[in-house]
């Protein structure tokens, strides 16, 4: 299976699609101002099975592809957690906000 996973923050939008643990593609372009089209742009060539999309325009994702959401707290904490299982303080440094996020 082939997932992909989007970040559409609100300064770049960040694509990487997964195979059986290992990155397949990585692709990262500005936000822009009509962030749905550089979205799709990325999309265009890109092949996967199930796309997940988090980050401020996750909404707009599932509204304008079919593909699942999570915030991009839920995001971080998951996948800093299957990195770095000791971790228990995430930081997320955002282009306009920042997180702590505890997961004990």
């Given at each position: 299976?082939?997932?992909?996973?989007?970040?559409?923050?609100?300064?770049?939008?960040?694509?990487?699609?997964?195979?059986?643990?290992?990155?397949?593609?990585?692709?990262?372009?500005?936000?822009?101002?009509?962030p749905m089209a550089v979205a799709k742009t990325m999309m265009?060539?890109?092949?996967?099975?199930r796309i997940v999309a988090t980050g401020y325009g996750r909404?707009?994702?599932?509204?304008?592809?079919?593909?699942?959401?999570?915030?991009?707290?839920?995001?971080?904490?998951?996948?800093?957690?299957?990195i770095f299982p000791d971790a228990d303080t995430i930081l997320?440094?955002?282009?306009?906000?920042?997180?702590?996020?505890?997961?004990?």
């Amino acid at each position: 299976m082939r997932a992909a996973g989007i970040d559409i923050g609100s300064r770049s939008i960040e694509l990487v699609v997964l195979e059986n643990g290992k990155i397949m593609e990585a692709v990262k372009a500005d936000t822009g101002f009509d962030p749905m089209a550089v979205a799709k742009t990325m999309m265009k060539d890109i092949k996967f099975d199930r796309i997940v999309a988090t980050g401020y325009g996750r909404n707009l994702f599932e509204i304008a592809f079919e593909g699942d959401t999570v915030t991009e707290i839920k995001a971080h904490a998951r996948g800093a957690s299957h990195i770095f299982p000791d971790a228990d303080t995430i930081l997320d440094i955002g282009g306009q906000d920042s997180k702590v996020i505890r997961t004990n």
